[in-house]
């Protein structure tokens, strides 16, 4: 009887000892990379906007001549405060050709983009670029950024009602032209090559 029993025990003993060993690194190396997918996930779909890919522009910024919208819906007449805290209206610069420039310093397709628009404002006396940052703390972050890129046109803080009002901003960066007499030309979303926009302003111009 005690040598079954010493038998149960040791086929007991060589069971345990049979059961596959848990591979805890293996386990932890994957939900070490679902936490980094999962960074990434939230990192690119920020609340404050999401970034378009930098590498490329979309699929309909050509450099063809560009056709105006022939309806040319009235632009709203935002007033929002500038970098220094004055109020500055779109109407402010009636008789100019306008480009809103919807941004954020965090956004390299927008970044990408500001030499273009720091050279138009610098080439055309009749066209005014005008830049609304949409980042979470602008005095924070903004003020510094266009002192390092030399940015000579107004920047605008952005609030939630002006996004609204211009149909929804879903990325960045989305500019505007708009005509002197106040009403929207062409809507552009994504980064587009400066001739994108020289087309609209020669075609305004007509020169």
Known sequence: MKKQKERKIGTQ?????????????RYFTIAFVATVIILFIVNNTRDDLP??????????????????????????????KSLDGKNVQLSDFKGKIVIVDF????????????????????????????GITV???????VPGFVKEFKINYP???????????????DAIPTSFIISKDGKIIK?????????????????????
């Open 13 to 25: 003993a060589r069971s345990q000892e049979e059961k596959p060993k848990i591979n805890w690194g």
């Open 51 to 80: 970034e378009i890919n930098p590498q490329h522009y979309p699929p309909s910024s050509s450099d063809e001549k560009t056709k105006t919208d022939e309806t040319r819906n009235p632009a709203h007449n935002f007033a929002l």
């Open 103 to 130: 941004w954020a310093t965090w956004c390299a397709p927008c970044r990408e983009g500001i030499p273009d628009l720091i050279e138009i404002q610098k080439e055309y006396k009749d066209v005014q670029v005008i």
């Open 135 to 141: 980042d979470q703390n602008p005095m924070e972050v």
């Open 155 to 169: 920047i605008l803080i952005s609030d939630p009602n002006v996004l609204q009002q211009y149909g929804g901003i």
């Open 187 to 207: 809507k552009m979303v994504g980064l587009y090559p400066k001739s994108t926009y020289l087309n609209v302003i020669r075609e305004e111009l007509q020169i």
